[in-house]
């Protein structure tokens, strides 16, 4: 039978533990703490970069790791990064891959090290050989999500497509299953769209299906010469709705399905389609509160079709457009549309209103593409938001 303990032996032994806890506190430095110290007092980016330059690779390892357990922020660590592309010669790939298989080194510096085996030298050539080992990390559904999404992001060879494929479809974490479909239509698109169709036809509302909807939407985008029939585009319209109706229909929606529904709006505006602007002009103002910045960015699909025959239809549509965004490369053909048509349409709602000439928004282009947050911030300049 075990002796019990007097209170005074009890009270000596507390503390007793206490003095050593505290002797040890005082005297283990923690790495943070031999972090901060380090770079105390730095003030410049210079004094940075010329203190790291003395550090060993192994350093500025360990304190990228000593700053993800720290939860420090992205922009922490990024002269560290910055010191070890400088480096990255001297780093055997071999290092590299153990330090992503570490699953006790934090994500911070995983990550890290996974984009300096994918980063391309001037010779277009990276560090990275092995992907097998890539490969059976994104295979591993206990490894950590965003481990595992970066590794799908370097897997641009197309012997990887059978390893992206799977995780794709056998996966629970859908931002995984998101970037394995990203990666996979780029490393080749006709798979990669097949794919998509595969989880459309699933119909699971999750981040995989945002993604399938911008692969199809992708290949349904009205270009010159396109291969994609108007019946074709018209179908991927109708599906498109079908979820945004489903949305109306529901007393409490889920917040997946309000995000595909606002996804949708994008996917619509982007096709260049004219059935497609005219779906936009039906969805709920609550829902969509810049159907104007919509017109905008569809202004020339909008006059086309006014100089090619249009439809009473089309004209009533496109008189709804001015109505809500007035521009006058368009209100001009619409005028003539109107003139030339049998029927009678009332255009006192867009002709009292100042239109706007899409010529004096300034919009910056970059790599011949408009940025949205662009176009947003120009028109909205001009309406006075």
Known sequence: MKKKLSKRTWTIICVATLVVAVTITAVAVSPLELFNKKYDGVKSEEEM???????????????????????????????HASALLERLNEIPEELLLRIVENEKNNVMLRVLTIQLLDYENEDGKRLLKDVSRFEKILLNEKEDSEVRQQIAITL????????????????????VGLQCLARLESNDR???????????????????????????????????????SDKERDEWVAYLMGFYEKFEKESEPSEDLFDICSL??????????????????????????YKWIRVEANYQVLKDVLEKNPTDKDI??????????????????????????????????????????????????????????????ATSSIKGD
């Open 264 to 289: 949708i709006v994008f996917c619509l505006e982007d096709m260049y389609y004219k059935n497609a602007i005219y779906e936009i002009l039906r969805i709920d103002d609550e829902f969509d509160g």
């Open 190 to 228: 006709e798979r990669g769209t097949i794919a998509a169709y595969k989880i459309i036809d699933i119909g699971e509302i999750n981040k995989k299906l945002h993604m399938a909807v911008r692969v199809v939407s992708n290949q349904m985008v009205n270009f010159p010469n396109s291969s994609v």
């Open 49 to 79: 970069i010329e203190r790291l330059s003395r550090s060993s690779v192994s350093e500025i390892f360990d304190e990228v790791n000593t700053m993800g357990m720290a939860n420090s922020e992205v922009a922490g660590y990024m002269y």
């Open 316 to 377: 009533e549509m496109i008189i709804e457009a001015m109505t809500i965004y007035p521009l006058v490369e368009v209100i001009e053909p619409l005028k003539v549309a109107v003139k030339n048509s049998k029927s009678s349409f009332d255009l006192k709602p867009i002709l009292s209103q100042e239109a706007q000439s899409v010529d004096e928004i300034i919009v910056e282009v970059y790599e011949g593409e408009m940025k949205r947050e662009d176009v947003f911030k």
């Open 156 to 175: 641009s060879d197309e012997k990887s497509n059978d390893v992206l494929e799977k995780v794709l479809f056998q996966t629970e974490d859908n931002y």
